[in-house]
């Protein structure tokens, strides 16, 4: 368990929970302890599927721009081969659906991690973006990449440009979030949609999830190529057996899965 980030696990739900007051700043320590929760989360059979959250106030307002305001491009280089990146690189490997559950600000590199995740849970009150351009420079984790394939090129190229603020309404019309639930009510939404995964197919969930992640990179005739191959290796799994027999006896919804 690290010091600013720690994995909950209660009846099958992983939460990786930020705990840095007061803005959840994302300095280096927090990078690489966000790393290590998500590899946790991804290796434990008793984690179904995964929060992130970082609390009532805020999700997460940035990056620690103190940390990085005096260094040079050979430094900020060398920071990111093990930095932000790689940290959401690891959150968005996490072989289970994701969920972020946003509150107050989720802003910069925040954004950045909520875009990491499968989903955006987020409260009626917060504010969103990719303020980077503001203090000269351009989303480093993944925004420029994450935010155009979500909600195309001229979109986020107008978020990234202004660095502007989106509230809720205009975030949810773009696709930037998924839900929007009153600001109390997040974690539990984020929570009740999470929970539907708890005893399911493991393998044929992370199979779905690696299908769409690599398919939307390649063009169609190679997504169908990594779909087939997924869809195949699952007949030799007991949950194929499981789910198939289950089906056929008492109809869909039954099946009791076993994970192996």
């Given amino acids: 368990m690290g010091e600013f980030v720690r994995l909950e696990v209660d009846g099958g739900v992983g939460t990786i929970r930020l705990d840095r007051p007061p803005m959840n700043a994302l300095n280096q320590q927090v990078e690489q302890e966000i790393r290590a929760t998500a590899n946790e989360a991804a290796e434990r059979s008793d984690v179904y599927a995964v929060i992130v959250y970082g609390g009532e106030k805020v999700f997460a307002a940035g990056a620690d721009i103190k940390e990085m ?102 975030a949810l019309s773009l696709g930037m979030i998924d839900e929007v639930v009153p600001a109390d009510d997040v974690y539990a939404a984020a929570r009740r949609w999470a929970e539907q995964f708890v005893g399911g197919p493991v393998h044929a969930l992370a199979a779905a999830k690696a299908a769409i992640d690599e398919g939307v990179e390649v063009d169609l005739n190679h997504g169908l190529r990594i779909e087939t191959h997924l869809f195949t290796s699952l007949f030799g799994t007991e949950d194929q057996k499981i789910g198939m027999r289950s089906f056929i006896e008492h109809g869909p919804g039954k099946a009791e899965f076993t994970g192996r």
Avoid: H
Avoid at 89 to 107: E, F
Avoid at 146 to 155: D, E, I, N, Q, T
């Fill in 69 to 170: 305001a005096e260094k040079s491009s050979t430094e900020m280089s060398a920071k990111e081969r093990e930095g932000l990146s790689a940290a959401l690189s690891a959150v968005a490997a996490i072989g289970k659906p994701t969920v972020a559950a946003l509150t107050g600000y989720a802003l910069g590199g925040g954004f950045e991690l909520a875009l990491s995740c499968d989903r955006r849970v987020a409260g009626d009150n917060v504010k969103v973006g990719q303020p980077e351009i503001l203090l000269g420079v351009i989303p480093g984790a993944g925004g420029t990449q994450r935010l155009a394939r979500l909600v195309g090129p001229s979109k986020a190229k107008d978020i990234i440009y202004t660095g502007r603020f989106v509230k809720t309404d205009e």
